[in-house]
């Protein structure tokens, strides 16, 4: 997130009543790594690659998600993202289009995410929206 993000959000939301726990998982995405092509990547912080750096933050964000699931013992849910119909078209994404080569990958449709949202578990009101009508 931006800087100071975190906690604009944070008060957005609890000034609509909605119970909040913030996660701060800084050094987790600092040393975090995934797999590319079968191999294992340098630490996001060491990595200069914008194309890799988008990956291991999409992925590292689901398995934080994932661990802060488990810890809050949920069994039914659902992840809302802000998905956007140019982050899907410029990922490559099926739902964009079945013959679209790869622009860049969104860290919000990394693989990982992929998966989840073949399973359903992934809510994205605004995927058909462009960022012009959004903003």
Not at 92 to 102: E, H, L, P, R, V
Request: glycine share 4%.
């Amino acid at each position: 997130m931006r800087k100071n993000e975190s906690a604009l959000v944070k008060s957005a939301l609890e000034s609509n009543k909605f119970k909040l726990d913030v996660v701060d998982a800084v050094e987790t995405f600092a040393n975090a790594t995934t797999i590319i092509d079968g191999k294992q990547t340098k630490k996001l912080k060491e990595t200069t690659s914008p194309e890799e750096k988008r990956k291991i933050i999409g992925d590292t964000f689901m398995r934080v998600t994932d661990e802060e699931i488990k810890r809050l013992n949920l069994k039914e849910y659902f992840l809302a993202q802000g998905t956007l119909r140019p982050d899907l078209i410029e990922s490559a994404s099926i739902i964009a289009s079945g013959k679209a080569d790869t622009i860049k990958t969104h860290h919000n449709d990394t693989a990982l995410v992929r998966e989840k949202r073949e399973q359903g578990m992934i809510v994205e009101p605004l995927c058909d929206l462009h960022k012009d009508e959004v903003r």
